[in-house]
T-cell receptor, first 113, second 112 residues
Framework: NAGVMQNPRHLVRRRGQEARLRCSPM?????VYWYRQLPEEGLKFMVY????????ESGMPKERFSAEFPKEGPSILRIQQVVRGDSAAYFC???????????FGSGTQLSVL | RKEVEQDPGPFNVPEGATVAFNCTYS??????FFWYRQDCRKEPKLLMS???SGNEDGRFTAQLNRASQYISLLIRDSKLSDSATYLC?????????????FGQGTTLQVKP
């Protein structure tokens, strides 16, 4: 049973470009979480999704950021018109329905030049 | 006030020492609590859940005080391999679909 898969591991973008981060949850997991970790800081909650449904997006910036978890395929975190302040590690985690434990992917390190 | 608050440390202890970390949370309706471990900013991994009556897993003991909204983690007989950042995690609210909020972490360095 493969773990949570995130890709790419490293993503470099220039200011103004778009960044797409992908997350494939563990088999059988229907809930996905996205977290952001800035240098020297803790993990900040961004969004919590179920298949085709956003459960809680209270941690998402109001502009430029969006997330989806379609019926088929991975969850996508999309950042439009990236700025230097978006540079961070973005971690995805999944959990089975009703289970409280999170299983994390290895993260995507986004660097904005 | 932060939703989950931890002393960032670092805690520098010799091998074999006993060390305790504390965590406070702001949402009194929260029902689920965990400790995760993060090594060198890699992906966090679940260390243990925290139960109302307190629970132990080998050298690790977790305690919950609902009245004070306080969680603790005790590590006995510290090993070099225990060096890591320990993250206190609280499920927001009473629902089992509430978001999981992480504290900023407490860094432990175990020295030979």
């Amino acid at each position: 049973n493969a773990g949570v898969m995130q890709n790419p591991r490293h993503l470099v973008r220039r200011r103004g470009q778009e960044a797409r981060l992908r997350c494939s949850p563990m088999k059988g997991h229907s809930h996905v979480y996205w977290y952001r970790q800035l240098p020297e800081e803790g993990l900040k909650f961004m969004v919590y999704l179920q298949k085709e449904n956003i459960i809680d997006e209270s941690g998402m910036p109001k502009e430029r950021f969006s997330a989806e978890f379609p019926k088929e395929g991975p969850s996508i975190l999309r950042i439009q018109q990236v700025v230097r302040g978006d540079s961070a590690a973005y971690f995805c985690a999944s959990s089975p329905l009703g289970n409280e434990k999170l299983f994390f992917g290895s993260g995507t390190q986004l660097s904005v030049l | 006030r932060k939703e989950v608050e931890q002393d960032p440390g670092p805690f520098n202890v010799p091998e074999g020492a006993t060390v305790a970390f504390n965590c406070t949370y702001s949402n009194s309706a929260s029902q689920s609590f965990f400790w995760y471990r993060q090594d060198c900013r890699k992906e966090p991994k679940l260390l243990m859940s925290v139960y109302s009556s307190g629970n132990e897993d080998g050298r690790f003991t977790a305690q919950l005080n609902r009245a004070s909204q306080y969680i603790s983690l005790l590590i006995r007989d510290s090993k070099l391999s225990d060096s890591a950042t320990y993250l206190c995690v609280v499920r927001y609210g009473s629902s089992n679909t509430g978001k999981l909020i992480f504290g900023q972490g407490t860094t432990l360095q175990v020295k030979p």
